[in-house]
């Protein structure tokens, strides 16, 4: 299944539902959004669906720890993250973003009014920076990712 993301808003609560292969194409799109969250600084509940992703690549994770630090340091909580799936939960933990985020195992309440985000149009250098921003993030938060990341990490920054 093709990733899309799909957000709604209501009253200070954003959600966030992930669907099918999610990677980097669409990271554009939900940089912007996270950014405009950023911007309106009326957040009062993050939810982030997972149930229904089949695949979620490091550098959208990478976004959502981006999410999750700005929540944590300037409004005080801690986004939601619904996911089943074992291994994209053993892979939230391994990350540390169940450091950062409440990680739950069940169904979020039906998120209402949500809205396919499209798939926004950037230059390379534009994706070169939020791959890079992306992993640097990863590594900032769980310092077990470095070796991972590392030669991603220095070829960007190499660029």
């Known amino acids: 299944m093709r990733g899309r993301i799909l957000v709604s808003e209501e009253q200070g609560t954003y959600d966030i539902k992930l669907e099918?292969?999610?990677?980097?194409?669409?990271?554009t799109?939900?940089?912007?959004?996270?950014?405009?969250?950023?911007?309106?600084?009326?957040?009062?509940?993050?939810?982030?669906d997972l149930l229904d992703a089949t695949g979620v690549d490091s550098t959208t994770l990478g976004l959502l720890v981006k999410?999750?630090?700005?929540?944590?340091?300037?409004?005080h909580l801690k986004p939601k993250v619904f996911c089943v799936d074992d291994g994209?939960?053993?892979?939230?933990?391994?990350?540390?973003i169940d450091e950062i985020c409440e990680l739950h195992r069940?169904?979020?309440?039906?998120?209402?009014?949500?809205?396919?985000?499209?798939?926004?149009?950037?230059?390379?250098?534009?994706y070169r920076q939020q791959v890079l921003e992306a992993h640097r993030l990863l590594v900032k938060l769980n310092p077990a990712n470095h070796s991972?990341?590392?030669?991603?990490i220095r070829a960007l920054e190499a660029e």
Request: proline share 3%; charged share 25%; aromatic share 6%.
């Open 20 to 27: 099918g292969d999610v990677r980097m194409v669409l990271c």
């Open 29 to 48: 799109s939900l940089n912007r959004y996270i950014e405009s969250i950023f911007r309106e600084g009326k957040a009062t509940q993050v939810l982030i």
């Open 67 to 75: 999410l999750a630090i700005h929540c944590n340091r300037e409004f």
């Open 88 to 96: 994209l939960n053993r892979t939230l933990v391994t990350m540390g």
């Open 106 to 126: 069940e169904a979020p309440n039906s998120f209402n009014g949500l809205i396919e985000l499209e798939c926004g149009d950037a230059d390379p250098e534009e």
């Open 148 to 152: 991972e990341f590392i030669d991603l």
